[in-house]
């Protein structure tokens, strides 16, 4: 079991190992002193766990509910947010009582945007079930619900009080959905750690779960102390996001999130290559580690498509897109890019 600390405008910590949900209970307590503790996740999620979660929250003392909504990324909106608070309401939650969000990042993020707002701030603790969630959106305190006009377009910067990433509970995750994870771990080694990159280059899809999602939880705690508020270091997460971004829009999400930033993250390498910015062996590093976890390194849509999507990227700071680009496996740099450059550059890297 690894514990880490993540110092933010909350501290809290991340705590990684087998046999966490039936902790939940004893674990929660210090952030429940209102005794009442309401369960968020979907219905898929829910049949698998709800009733390891429940019982140990119970066997601590605590009155538990529980609101669960369809599996999806199409749950992630506004109604569901406000039928969230209503149930909230009705069962009379008090501010000393807390939220645990079980499930993937569409149920973390629904979940810490309702604990962000409801009577103004609720405790609410971080249980991820699947990979992404687990070294990506679950630590970091970024919430969002979508919008018609685009995802995660609403939402509020609000730290957990805990997170427990629980390896039992990726048993049960199809293999395609753990693949995907995989493409957000691949994005931590080319972004900060050459030794993590090597050895899942060596070790591939029978990496040591554990020790490489602590690594990733680290990676990312460092990532948060430095710049909370994603206001600079922080953007460097989105290496393969802009051009990845591009490519499940256009796919209309029938690409997945994982695979479309692993893609990106190989066309943002050619482009930088082209650029005189990327090594050839760090393209070539890329190159084999995605067709080494079965992602493909380009994509049939044209630089036009992906510039037109990249246009409503959150990452847009006025005529400026800020590309995260690699010059070494391990060292990437942030390349504010004028709107007007932006296809030329997609287009260099598509080639
Ligand atoms: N998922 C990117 C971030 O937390 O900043």
Known sequence: MTTIDVPASRNYQVIVGKGLLSQTGSRILPFCKGNTAAIVSDETVWGLYGGTLEASLKAAGLTVIHYTFPAGEASKNGENYLKILNFLAENKL????????????????????????????????????????????????????????????????????????????????????????????????????????????????SFDREAVIARCVELKRNVVAEDEFDTGARQKLNLGHTIGHGIEAQSHFTISHGEAVATGMAIVARAGEKAGI????????????????????????????????????????????????????????????????????????LA
Request: aromatic share 8%; charged share 20%.
């Open 94 to 205: 008090t501010r000393s009582d807390a939220l645990v969000a079980l499930g993937g990042g569409v149920t973390g993020d629904l979940t810490g945007f309702v604990a962000a707002t409801y009577l103004r701030g609720i405790a609410y603790v971080q249980i991820p079930t699947s990979l992404l969630s687990m070294v990506d959106s679950s630590v970091g305190g970024k919430t969002a619900i979508d919008l018609s006009a685009g995802k995660n377009l609403a939402g509020a910067f609000y730290q957990p009080s805990l997170v427990l990433c629980d390896m039992d509970a990726l048993s049960t995750l199809p293999q395609e959905i753990f693949r995907d994870g995989c493409g957000e771990i691949i994005k931590y080694g080319v972004l900060y750690d050459k030794v993590l990159f090597d050895k899942l280059l060596a070790e591939g899809f």
């Open 278 to 349: 990327t090594s050839g062996d760090t393209v070539d590093a890329i190159h084999e580690i995605l067709e080494k976890f079965g992602f493909p390194l380009t994509t049939g849509y044209s630089a036009q498509q992906l510039f037109t999507s990249a246009l409503s990227d959150k990452k847009r700071s006025g005529g400026t897109v800020n590309l995260v680009v690699p010059r070494e496996i391990g060292d990437c740099i942030l390349l504010p890019t004028p709107v007007g450059q932006l296809q030329s550059f997609i287009e260099a890297g």
